[in-house]
């Protein structure tokens, strides 16, 4: 059975400025619209068909949550959706604000 991966706060944003992948953010709905990460798609139990009907199974996913502990298990779920390659984002959003302030962005600018 394939596993995800975990991947560093540095890793993910050195992919995500050349868009080598999509990122999901599983927080709440107010956590997420008070802030997140800049093209971030808001990951819920009502949105994940939305997700996976505009992204190809081989397009990389990162997930996000707080610490980077839910999205744990959330990565395990997507791959399981029939995603080929999928990360846990370590540390998560908290960690990602604290590493790179200016790209923690508000609601504008959402794909959700």
């Given at each position: 059975m394939?596993?995800?991966?975990?991947?560093?706060?540095?890793?993910?944003?050195?992919?995500?400025?050349?868009?080598?992948?999509?990122?999901?953010?599983?927080?709440?709905?107010?956590?997420?619209?008070?802030?997140?990460?800049?093209?971030?798609?808001?990951?819920?139990?009502?949105?994940?068909?939305?997700?996976?009907?505009?992204?190809d199974f081989d397009t990389p996913v990162i997930v996000v949550c707080y610490h980077g502990h839910s999205s744990q298990q959330a990565a395990a779920y997507i791959l399981q959706q029939g995603f080929e390659t999928v990360y846990s984002m370590d540390g998560g959003f908290e960690g990602w604000r604290t590493q790179f302030p200016s790209q923690s962005s508000d609601v504008q600018g959402s794909d959700s």
């Open positions: 394939q596993q995800f991966e975990h991947i560093s706060i540095q890793d993910t944003k050195a992919k995500l400025d050349i868009d080598a992948a999509k990122i999901v953010d599983i927080r709440d709905d107010q956590s997420f619209e008070q802030a997140h990460i800049p093209g971030a798609f808001h990951l819920t139990n009502g949105s994940i068909q939305r997700f996976m009907d505009a992204n």
